[in-house]
């Protein structure tokens, strides 16, 4: 079946901009992530849904970040007034609960790139 | 919270030969440990996992060993070929985090032919 996908899959924007990264899930998935992956660094936790609430939000780095998954499928991260250390790739993750040993599914990414 | 250190950054072998990629965390309370792969421009792919219950793990030529007193998980990849070469990623988590994982600074393994 599908995997996990993302959209746009490249974003660039200017510093003091708003935007927006789309994530599809593994159709079925409660469980949704939202990684950071700066470059040669491993992904870094931003966010977790378990199915339409946010469990886990301790990874968002300040009050600019937020996210949404309003239906339980579809989840957006917004991110208000970009900085240039903002630009990374960000990662989606799903799977089929949040229990701690599923195995998470990743998608390509969104490489954003604020100038 | 917890902290993942992966060694080494980067790793170089011969094809046919091991490698051996070592990571330690710090939270005594993780208790799950995952390893992914990722090949450049690709997503990140779960190649083995091994809970704290169990020392070691094995799926053909990979293995994963952890020492829960010592804090230290190693993934062993044996006869190594030239579509091994990627990064790969060590990652924990815990029992009352859901699925958040804390990864590792990750390991450019080539493999040279």
């Known amino acids: 079946g599908a995997g996990v996908s993302q959209t746009p899959s490249n974003k660039v924007t200017e510093k003091g901009k708003y935007v927006e990264l789309r994530c599809d899930p593994i159709s079925g998935h409660t469980a949704l992530y939202w990684y950071r992956q700066s470059l040669g660094q491993g992904p870094e936790f931003l966010i977790y849904?378990?199915?339409?609430?946010?469990?886990?939000d301790s990874g968002l780095p300040n009050d600019r970040f937020f996210a949404v998954r309003p239906e339980g499928s579809v989840s957006t991260l917004k991110i208000q007034r970009t900085e240039r250390g903002d630009s990374a790739v960000y990662l989606c993750a799903s799977s089929p609960s949040s229990g701690y040993t599923d195995t998470q599914y990743f998608g390509p990414g969104t490489r954003l790139t604020v100038l | 919270g917890e902290n993942v250190e992966q060694h080494p950054s980067t790793l170089s072998v011969q094809e046919g030969d091991s490698a051996v990629i070592k990571c330690t965390y710090s939270d005594s309370a993780s208790n799950y440990f995952p390893w992914y792969k990722q090949e450049l421009g690709k997503r990140p792919q779960l190649i083995i996992d091994?809970?704290?219950?169990?020392g070691e793990k094995k799926d053909q030529r990979i293995a994963v060993t952890l020492n829960k007193t010592a804090k230290h998980f190693s993934l062993h990849i044996t006869e190594t070929q030239p579509e091994d070469s990627a990064v790969y990623f060590c990652?924990?988590?815990?029992?009352?985090?859901?699925?958040?994982?804390?990864f590792g600074q990750g390991t450019e393994l080539s493999v040279k032919p």
């Open positions: 990652a924990a988590s815990k029992n009352n985090q859901g699925g958040k994982l804390i």
């Open positions: 849904f378990q199915g339409t609430g946010a469990a886990d």
């Open positions: 091994i809970r704290s219950n169990v």
